[in-house]
């Protein structure tokens, strides 16, 4: 199995980083395909805390290559940031590439992210105004910039002198007070280029050779499949393609190389920005969740909206990704809930839904159906840590019951279960199936 892709199931924020970076033990590559620094993941090495947008989550891994491909859309000011942050903590930067064909975040994407927001009114999605929206946009309108551009002034210059002008006129129309100097972009954006000249590189090309010579690699979703431009709750998700299918197009490789897709499962629902949510919680088991979980935006620190865990949302994840196995992460959140609930199906006015709806009029009136099950306690640190030493047998009755359900509600087998931030957290159900 070499080529492996990693996604979340949900709206996001599923424990993605931790994961990857588990399974990126075993592999020589990591690859993000898609998304940009509007993700967040963040990932405990021993004690410390890393917080990552946009390197791919096997930078920490030193003898790993990371790659940045071209379904990413790069913020060159923000992963200049990132690379200065995690060289200073003492981690060297020797094994990164990035697509020559990636499209970059340019001042004006941010500025029109925020403007757009404003108009959009109920429609917003609550994006995290990092320009991802306008510079995917102009990707698709053929206005972008790659990052092959940065690295010739000719070039950049000539693409500036096209869009300046167009993007000063955007603003003047939306009113905004707003001059954009094409001497200042310039002169920071080739600034930029020249720092990550090094890094750049045929990616795809990379990639395929290195899945000739039988390398493991490993690709890395960011947001979650009901966040995909395609497939999720349009408009209010983002603006890539989130799902298995976008490793193919985001990283340039073809749809016979992959061999594996893993899909992770939070073990409850949250949300970060706007759209219907079914099995949303407004009282204190919602508060529960959010506090016992540490659900705050990785990016924007956000308060997530949470909720009970969703089948019909996991059930659309398994059929659009075609998961061979699932992870299921933060299942210790759920300690200390006497009844814990999930939602099987919808209920909307008399008629049963089972297929997650195209219709965000309809998902916002559809009654969540639930099953419930009991809960289990609090266990103290060293408690979790027998547990974890002796395996899945020695889980609570009632957290095993839990999984089960989930088992056996999508058809796919659970291969890991994380019980904590922390990498040795995880219990390996590899040796069970
Ligand atoms: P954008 O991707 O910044 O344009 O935001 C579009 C929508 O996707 C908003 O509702 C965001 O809150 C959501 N979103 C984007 N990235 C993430 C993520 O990494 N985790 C969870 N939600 C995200």
């Given at each position: 199995?070499?080529?492996?892709?990693?996604?979340?199931?949900?709206?996001?924020?599923?424990?993605?980083?931790?994961?990857?970076?588990?399974?990126?033990?075993?592999?020589?590559?990591?690859?993000?395909?898609?998304?940009?620094?509007?993700?967040?993941?963040t990932?405990?090495?021993g004690?410390?805390?890393?917080k990552?947008?946009?390197?791919?989550?096997?930078?920490?891994?030193?003898?790993?290559?990371?790659?940045?491909?071209n379904?990413?859309?790069?913020?060159?000011?923000?992963?200049?940031?990132?690379?200065?942050?995690?060289?200073?903590?003492?981690?060297?930067i020797?094994?990164?590439?990035?697509?020559?064909?990636?499209?970059?975040?340019?001042p004006?994407?941010?500025?029109?992210?925020?403007?757009?927001?404003?108009?959009?009114?109920?429609?917003?999605?609550?994006?995290?105004?990092?320009?991802?929206?306008?510079?995917?946009?102009?990707?698709?309108?053929?206005?972008?910039?790659?990052?092959?551009?940065?690295?010739?002034?000719?070039?950049?210059?000539?693409?500036?002198?096209?869009?300046?002008?167009?993007?000063?006129?955007?603003?003047?129309?939306?009113?905004?007070?707003?001059?954009?100097?094409?001497?200042?972009?310039?002169?920071?954006?080739?600034?930029?280029?020249?720092?990550?000249?090094?890094?750049?590189?045929?990616?795809?090309?990379?990639?395929?050779?290195?899945?000739?010579?039988?390398?493991?690699?490993?690709?890395?979703?960011?947001?979650?499949?009901?966040?995909?431009?395609?497939?999720?709750?349009?408009?209010?998700?983002?603006?890539?393609?989130?799902?298995?299918?976008?490793?193919?197009?985001?990283?340039?490789?073809?749809?016979?190389?992959?061999?594996?897709?893993?899909?992770?499962?939070?073990?409850?629902?949250?949300?970060?920005?706007?759209?219907?949510?079914?099995?949303?919680?407004?009282?204190?088991?919602?508060?529960?969740?959010?506090?016992?979980?540490?659900?705050?935006?990785?990016?924007?620190?956000?308060?997530?909206r949470?909720?009970?865990?969703?089948?019909v949302?996991?059930?659309?994840?398994v059929?659009?990704?075609?998961?061979?196995?699932?992870?299921?992460?933060?299942i210790?959140?759920?300690?200390?809930?006497?009844?814990?609930?999930?939602?099987?199906?919808?209920?909307?006015?008399?008629?049963?839904?089972?297929?997650?709806?195209?219709?965000?009029n309809?998902?916002?009136?559809?009654?969540?159906?639930?099953?419930e099950?009991?809960?289990?306690?609090?266990?103290?640190?060293?408690?979790?840590?027998?547990?974890?030493?002796?395996?899945?047998?020695?889980?609570?009755?009632?957290?095993?019951?839990?999984?089960?359900?989930?088992?056996?509600?999508?058809?796919?087998?659970?291969?890991?279960?994380?019980?904590?931030?922390?990498r040795?957290?995880?219990?390996?159900?590899?040796?069970?199936?």
């Amino acid at each position: 199995m070499s080529a492996i892709v990693i996604v979340g199931t949900q709206w996001g924020d599923e424990g993605k980083g931790k994961i990857t970076d588990y399974y990126a033990e075993n592999a020589d590559y990591v690859v993000r395909f898609q998304g940009g620094n509007n993700a967040g993941h963040t990932i405990m090495v021993g004690d410390e805390t890393f917080k990552f947008h946009l390197l791919p989550s096997g930078i920490l891994r030193k003898e790993k290559k990371v790659v940045i491909g071209n379904g990413v859309v790069v913020d060159p000011i923000i992963l200049l940031k990132e690379l200065t942050e995690i060289k200073k903590r003492g981690f060297e930067i020797k094994n990164l590439s990035i697509s020559d064909r990636a499209n970059v975040i340019m001042p004006y994407h941010k500025i029109i992210d925020s403007i757009e927001e404003k108009l959009k009114k109920e429609f917003k999605a609550g994006t995290t105004k990092r320009g991802i929206g306008p510079c995917f946009s102009d990707k698709i309108a053929r206005f972008g910039v790659r990052m092959i551009d940065l690295l010739e002034k000719e070039t950049l210059e000539k693409k500036l002198d096209m869009l300046i002008p167009i993007k000063q006129k955007i603003l003047d129309i939306y009113g905004e007070n707003i001059n954009l100097s094409k001497k200042d972009i310039l002169e920071e954006y080739l600034a930029c280029g020249k720092k990550l000249r090094r890094y750049v590189t045929d990616t795809s090309l990379l990639i395929n050779n290195a899945l000739d010579e039988k390398k493991i690699v490993l690709f890395e979703g960011a947001q979650g499949t009901h966040l995909d431009i395609d497939h999720g709750i349009y408009p209010f998700g983002t603006s890539s393609n989130t799902i298995a299918g976008g490793a193919c197009i985001g990283a340039g490789i073809g749809p016979q190389r992959i061999d594996r897709v893993i899909g992770v499962v939070k073990a409850y629902t949250s949300r970060v920005g706007t759209g219907p949510f079914p099995t949303e919680l407004d009282d204190e088991r919602g508060e529960h969740l959010r506090d016992k979980g540490g659900e705050y935006g990785t990016t924007t620190g956000r308060p997530r909206r949470c909720g009970w865990l969703d089948m019909v949302m996991i059930r659309f994840a398994v059929r659009v990704n075609v998961l061979n196995a699932l992870v299921i992460t933060k299942i210790d959140v759920l300690s200390g809930l006497k009844k814990i609930k999930v939602c099987k199906e919808y209920e909307h006015k008399g008629r049963i839904i089972r297929d997650f709806p195209a219709d965000m009029n309809l998902l916002a009136n559809c009654k969540p159906i639930y099953d419930e099950l009991d809960g289990w306690g609090y266990y103290s640190k060293d408690e979790w840590e027998r547990m974890i030493k002796k395996g899945y047998e020695a889980l609570p009755e009632n957290m095993k019951r839990y999984i089960n359900y989930i088992q056996k509600a999508t058809g796919v087998e659970i291969e890991l279960i994380s019980v904590g931030p922390r990498r040795w957290e995880t219990i390996d159900m590899r040796s069970y199936h």
